[in-house]
Structure formats: C-alpha cells, structure tokens
C-alpha cells in the first residue's frame, strides 16, 4: 500500500505544476494549449543544462525556457491578437522540433548524474503546497484578485482601471515557472530527456484544470485521479485479472480513457472563466 501510495504521488506531482501552470494562464483569460510544449522543453533545457551546470543551473535554464515560451505565448495573443489555440499548437510544434532535433543530433549530454539532480522530495513538497498557496492568493491579495477579474470580464477590470495585458504578463511568466519545475522534476525522476517523454501530461494537466473548473485545489483532485490511473496500470500491467491476461496496450490506455470519462461526465457542470480567449 505504501508503494502503491508513493506512486500516486510520483504520477500526480508533475500533472499538479502543470496544472497550476494552467491555471495561471487560463485563469487569467489566455487559453493555454501549449503546456505540452513548455513542459517538454522544460525536460529538454534541465537535462541539457544540468549536465553542464549541476542541478540548480538545469532548473533555472529550464524555467527561463518555459517562461520565454510562455512569453512568446503572451505576445502573439495579446500583442499580436493571434487565435489562442493557433499560438498554443505553434508552441507545441516548436517544442517538439526543437527538442526532437536537438536530442537525435547528440550535440547536448542530456544523461544527469546524482550529483547533477535535486531532491525529489523538494519537488513533492512544491507540488503539495502550491494549490493551496495559489488558492489564498487568488482570494487574499491584490494581484488574485486582479488575476480573477481579468479572466471574468477584461472590459470591467479596464474599468476599474486595471491593464489586462499587464496582468497576463505576470501570470503568464508564473506558467513558466511551474512549467520549467514539472519538465524538471520528470528529467530528475528518469536522470535523463528522452524524445516526447512527456507523453500528453500536459494535456492530461489542461485536463484536471477544466474538471476543476479553473481551481487549483479541484485541479489537483482531478491531477490525483489521474494519478491512480496511471498507478494502477503500472502496478497491474502484464499481471492477470480472475486469471485473464488483459493486453499492456489496454494498461497503457488507461488514464487517457478516464480523462475522457471525466471530461465526458463532468465539463458541462463547470463555468468557463467569462473573459478567457477574450483581449
């Protein structure tokens, strides 16, 4: 039970930062399908970075990668008034290219030594509380409030004499930085990058996000669910159920077949932020 337990955790950790990744985007109005992509480069810049400059210079060059994608995101949909699911996919592809180019031409060691990574309990324990430090920020300080109001009604907050695009900024680069924090802990806990080793987490963490009807601390209900999902499939793939052998390919399938039961039964019984997609 207690490995059982530590797995749940080990699988929800990265799905909790990107989520709150999310919510800060899209709590904010900017629709964020591009968390894959910031997650998969966050995983690429730590391995490649920690081989270099130890473990705290790969964290840092990976949440600078994530913030500059998350930037690049902010830009062209407020700057440039791109549709946000056309720069979210860009994103993606970058992300993708970049990192598939970069790890099949071998010019970057992305193998970490112990040395080489932080804790991970460190991480654990920032995926823990973070839902729970964002929850009393959006209801207690000045910027959660103005972070709500923005994602409600921008055309009201400018009212009220609150700049929308400044606001966004801000919390686009605290998308960043959850980002470079999720690709870093899943290079520390597989001591290297391999090609689309994020495997849909981000979509899966867009996912927890919307079950949680743009909360963190629901979000991280649904990040928990999905958690068992895929500790479940670890724990019983290859092993035999009332003696029939179920296919590894049925396991693998698992967590993406409850997200969409999830979403499936619950996405209409959630608000939608008013002001999200909208400048």
């Known amino acids: 039970m207690v490995s059982f337990l530590l797995q749940i955790i080990t699988m929800s950790a990265p799905l909790i930062l990107m989520a709150m990744a999310g919510y800060m985007s899209e709590r904010s109005g900017v629709i964020n399908i591009g968390l894959e992509g910031k997650m998969l480069a966050g995983c690429f810049i730590c391995a490649a970075a920690g081989a270099h400059f130890g473990a705290v210079g790969g964290l840092a060059f990976a949440i600078l990668a994530c913030i500059a994608l998350s930037l690049l995101h902010w830009s062209l949909t407020q700057m440039y008034r791109i549709d946000h699911i056309i720069s979210g996919m860009a994103v993606n592809l970058l992300a993708s290219g970049f990192t598939g ?7 970057w060691k992305t193998t970490l030594t112990d040395s080489q990574r932080l804790p991970l309990p460190m991480y654990y324990a920032i995926a823990v509380i973070s839902p729970f430090l964002l929850f009393a920020m959006a209801g207690r300080t000045q910027f959660g ?3 709500k109001s923005v994602g409600s009604d921008p055309d009201k907050a400018r009212l009220l004499g609150i700049h929308p695009q400044r606001v966004r900024f801000s919390a686009l680069i605290m998308t960043g930085v959850f980002a470079g924090l999720a690709g870093s802990l899943l290079v520390t806990e597989t001591s290297g990058f391999t090609k689309e080793m994020t495997s849909g987490r981000g979509y899966i963490a867009l996912a927890a996000l919307i079950l949680g009807g743009w ?7 649904a990040c928990l669910l999905f958690g068992v999902a895929k500790a479940v499939q670890i724990r019983f793939s290859g092993t035999p159920i009332f003696n029939f052998d179920i296919p590894s390919e049925i396991w693998n399938m698992l967590p993406y077949i409850v997200t969409l039961l999830a979403l499936a039964g619950l996405l209409g019984r959630n608000r939608t932020p008013a002001g999200l997609g909208k400048h």
Do not use: Q, Y
Not at 101 to 107: A, L, R
Not at 215 to 221: E, L
């Open 101 to 107: 180019f970069m790890d099949s031409s071998g010019i």
């Open 145 to 147: 409030l103005r972070h």
């Open 215 to 221: 909360r963190p601390i629901p979000a991280t209900a």
